[in-house]
């Protein structure tokens, strides 16, 4: 939301949106949805008489409201604003807690898609009530200010659940109970401007924020190989590792991937080596203190892992604040650059060490040289 004088405009987002038109309907559109009681036959009758004073068609409640048609009825409140038949009881969609599609049929071979409603503690309480008041009478459903269903009410229902049932695809159905769901602004908006970045230049734009990550990877392969030899080829097999587990992890969540959201996987990238090479630089220290490569990677690693700890909790607590305050494309950065950095952490505390570990009681152990950095010979 930002400021434009004393207005406030919102900025919507929406990634992987194919439909345009349909985001633009369904931005501040809400379902409005009202339950009415019957009215009694006299004071149908008076506004009968009253919308129609001095037109030729006499109608009465018995007539008009007895055998309800829904369509007829509403066009009676649009041509005269008013509803002879039922009247407001106070309970709207404000008081729904949820909703959902069921199917009933009977014989299981006609199915017919209802939407089940489940009320608000206070919704429960006033449609109790109406119940209570009404049984033996109708109670109408309104779907925006149209009138979808008006069944009989049996007995009292305490449970604070309802059915609404009417002419609905399951398509519609679908739709609706997502609207109901979702919610919606509570105050009409009006669109000032829309912008759609198109395939080709999103396209263009991911493609060379792909190659600018395969570009970075191999730079940071080289580097770890040439400047830190055995453990730089290790702390590799355990990037590789990383970027798998990162990549799974963005299918399960799952994430779209933006060209912010790139951005903040090809930065973690080079965050995941900056673990191994605190416990690298440590093994030198150790193993030029004359230690072995075992007693030298128990020490590295025990020294290097506060450094580790904190760093990567700072920069969590840094894409924390990205994401509760941000946009939805700093929301994006910051949620790749969180999972990226937890996977890290496991990639060079677990995988690295294994591996390190493993070449212990090996004869490679035995060239110190291989496991030092830069240009120490050991």
Excluded at 301 to 325: E, G, P
Aim: proline share 3%; glycine share 10%; net charge negative.
């Amino acid at each position: 939301i930002e400021r434009a004088g004393d207005q406030r405009r919102l900025i919507v987002e929406l990634a992987g949106i194919s439909d345009v038109s349909q985001a633009i309907r369904m931005i501040g559109e809400t379902p409005f949805l009202e339950f009415k009681s019957e009215r009694s036959a006299e004071e149908a009758d008076a506004i009968i008489a009253a919308s129609m004073k001095g037109e030729e068609v006499v109608l009465t409640a018995d007539s008009f409201c007895g055998a309800l048609d829904f369509q007829t009825l509403l066009l009676f409140m649009m041509q005269f604003g008013e509803d002879p038949c039922f009247v407001s009881t106070g309970l709207t969609g404000k008081h729904l807690a949820s909703a959902r599609v069921d199917f009933q049929g009977s014989g299981g071979i006609a199915l017919n898609p209802s939407i089940s409603l489940e009320l608000t503690d206070e919704g429960a309480k006033i449609f109790s009530e109406i119940t209570k008041e009404n049984v033996g009478k109708r109670l109408a459903v309104y779907l925006d200010g149209a009138p979808i269903s008006a069944p009989v009410v049996q007995e009292e229902i305490t449970g604070g659940k309802a059915q609404i049932t009417g002419n609905f695809t399951p398509e519609g159905a679908k739709a609706l109970v997502g609207r109901f769901n979702a919610g919606a602004l509570p105050v009409p908006i009006t669109l000032i401007s829309q912008q759609t970045v198109g395939p080709s230049l999103g396209k263009e734009s991911l493609d060379r924020s792909l190659v600018a990550g395969l570009y970075g990877f191999l730079a940071v392969t080289i580097f770890m190989v040439l400047w830190y030899r055995i453990p730089g080829a290790i702390a590799v097999l355990a990037l590789l590792f990383y970027v798998s587990l990162v990549l799974v992890v963005f299918r399960m969540i799952p994430v779209t991937l933006t060209v912010a959201g790139i951005a903040g996987f090809i930065l973690s990238i080079g965050m995941a080596v900056d673990a191994n090479v605190l416990i690298f630089e440590r093994l030198k220290e150790e193993l030029k203190n004359g230690k072995t490569l075992r007693e030298g990677l128990e020490e590295g690693f025990r020294r290097a892992w506060s450094s580790i700890r904190d760093s990567n909790i700072t920069s969590l607590i840094t894409c924390a604040i990205l994401y509760w305050f941000g946009s939805s494309i700093i929301q994006g950065f910051a949620l790749t650059l969180a999972i990226g950095i937890l996977a890290s952490m496991l990639s060079a505390v677990w995988v690295t060490r294994l591996f390190l570990f493993s070449l212990a009681g090996t004869p490679v152990a035995r060239v110190r040289t291989f496991f030092m950095s830069g240009f120490s010979k050991g």
